[in-house]
């Protein structure tokens, strides 16, 4: 900014008016440059690219801010002057460029990281093949007769009375259901094509993970049952 005021104030007195003057060319020109670098920062975040006007403004700013900076230093024939005026301007026009790359390759890289974050769900057609079950060919109204059951619903209850308990104390409180109920809804719901494991048992009794291995071994010893 003082080489700027330098060149512009061409040896003008101290606080005169030109002297004045020539200390708002540098600001003039360096905020015409940042409010469009700004710009093309809000732009490309958005994916958006901006015009020849755009590229021209901004390369005729950073050129008259090399300008002005180093020409003392030529009009003097100083090497060294014209290097150390040259760099700022120089870092500052390579940055500019190359920020603007920059924006769009982290842009594509965090719209890749988004989409790898976020896979898409399962259909649930995928996820009634994945449990075992038979895809609906259609989408209709259920027979009554082929309405599905829950296998809580096939479960033998057991009265109140077998527990030591009476019939109101019972119904205050979750029944425990035995092993052998259990098996017998799996013996139940069991076929002849279908492979007996315990995530099978788990599915069709509702039973713990760590019962339904004791239930798995139990079909599988079970000389009526078939794998």
């Not at 038979?134 to 309405?147: L, V």
Request: hydrophobic letters at 45%.
């Amino acid at each position: 900014m003082t080489n700027v005021q330098q060149f512009a104030a061409n040896g003008a007195r101290s606080w005169s008016l030109p002297w004045c003057t020539a200390w708002l060319l540098d600001p003039m020109v360096s905020v015409v440059l940042l409010s469009i670098l700004r710009a093309e920062q809000v732009t490309a975040r958005h994916g958006v690219r901006t015009g020849r006007w755009v590229r021209a403004a901004k390369w005729f700013t950073l050129t008259a801010t090399y300008v002005m900076n180093t020409w003392e230093a030529f009009t003097a024939g100083s090497p060294a002057g014209v290097v150390l005026h040259s760099v700022p301007p120089l870092v500052v026009f390579v940055a500019a460029e190359a920020v603007t790359d920059l924006r769009d390759k982290l842009g594509a890289a965090q719209s890749a990281a988004e989409s790898a974050g976020c896979p898409s769900a399962p259909e649930p057609a995928a996820l009634a093949g994945a449990a075992g079950q038979p895809r609906p060919a259609t989408i209709g109204p259920m027979p009554a007769t082929s309405a599905v059951r829950s296998p809580a619903a096939d479960r033998p209850e057991k009265p109140a009375s077998d527990q030591g308990v009476s019939t109101g104390a019972a119904s205050g409180r979750r029944r425990r259901t035995s092993f052998a109920e259990y098996l017998a809804v799996a013996r139940e719901a069991r076929t002849p094509d279908v492979t007996v494991t315990p995530a099978w048992v788990r599915e069709v009794t509702g039973c713990s993970r760590g019962l339904s291995s004791r239930l798995a071994a139990a079909l599988d010893a079970d000389d009526g049952g078939e794998r």
